[in-house]
């Protein structure tokens, strides 16, 4: 009797750790300069991600210069300005521009906007994955450049995304990005995506010249996880107010963006599935 009750508390324990909830992959898109199309590209991977069948809660953390909500075409009547003024809750903030994707939009110009803390921020990501319907993935679109509310987004994630164009400038600065959550985050898994590559051979040299500076000199291998091709396609995608990989699913771009999102799957949340089992 004893041994069939230590056997049932034991089925139940592991029914219990197998059903419950897997905390949502966080996913930090950055970039140490603007003008690199990174918010283009967080919004595509986020599609990306939900035509693969996942569900995606995408954050515009850009502070007071957010624009998801303009690429979508939506006009939201709450932003995250309100959440962070204690006005409305991240339910009540939270569009759906697509089905399997809830946007949180960001504000842009509110002179209210308040200073956003460390710990704050850590609160929010901590919200946004203990919604009450299911999240497979955070996808978090930082501000460019460097600053402490950017680098605790970034150091807060399972990975993050450092994007790049092949200008010298834009190289140095992802390489300054690097450096700093190098020191502040070292165990944190970053790969950069190089865009506008005119050729494939363009996007490896700018990544090997990256590449190279970082192993010098910060001691650290780096992973390309996408070189995205230069595409007009892009660019009459955010005139439109139509994510590329909706507008136009087989141009260049897309599919390069597509191939990003199946990287991701594999590579992060498979992983961070794996992570919660092993527990």
Do not use: W
Request: charged share 25%; with cysteine.
């Amino acid at each position: 009797m004893h041994d069939q009750a230590t056997r049932m508390r034991e089925i139940a324990r592991l029914y219990a750790e197998t059903n419950r909830p897997v905390r949502p992959c966080v996913l930090t898109v950055t970039s140490g300069k603007g003008g690199v199309g990174k918010s283009t590209l967080a919004l595509n991977l986020a599609i990306a991600l939900v035509d693969l069948g996942k569900r995606v809660v995408l954050l515009d953390a850009d502070a007071n210069l957010a624009g998801l909500d303009v690429m979508t075409g939506i006009s939201p009547r709450f932003r995250l300005s309100h959440v962070l003024r204690g006005e409305r809750d991240l339910e009540d903030v939270m569009v759906t521009p697509y089905p399997g994707l809830r946007l949180v939009p960001g504000s842009s110009g509110d002179t209210d906007y308040p200073d956003l803390a460390p710990e704050r921020q850590h609160e929010l990501i901590g919200e946004l994955t203990s919604l009450e319907e299911r999240t497979d993935v955070l996808l978090i679109d930082t501000g460019a450049g460097i600053n402490p509310e950017i680098i605790t987004y970034a150091a807060a994630a399972d990975a993050t995304l450092v994007v790049t164009s092949i200008e010298p400038t834009a190289v140095m600065d992802a390489y300054a990005m690097i450096k700093v959550l190098s020191i502040e985050a070292p165990l944190l898994p970053v790969e950069v995506v190089v865009n506008t590559a005119r050729t494939p051979r363009e996007g490896e040299e700018a990544f090997g010249k990256l590449q190279a500076a970082v192993r010098h000199f910060l001691k650290r291998e780096l992973v390309c996880a996408s070189i995205v091709p230069r595409d007009d396609h892009a660019r009459e995608a955010v005139v439109r107010q139509e994510p590329l990989v909706k507008a136009f699913p087989r141009s260049a771009a897309a599919l390069s963006i597509q191939s990003l999102a199946r990287v991701v799957v594999r590579d992060h949340l498979q992983g961070s599935v794996k992570r919660m089992v092993a527990l």
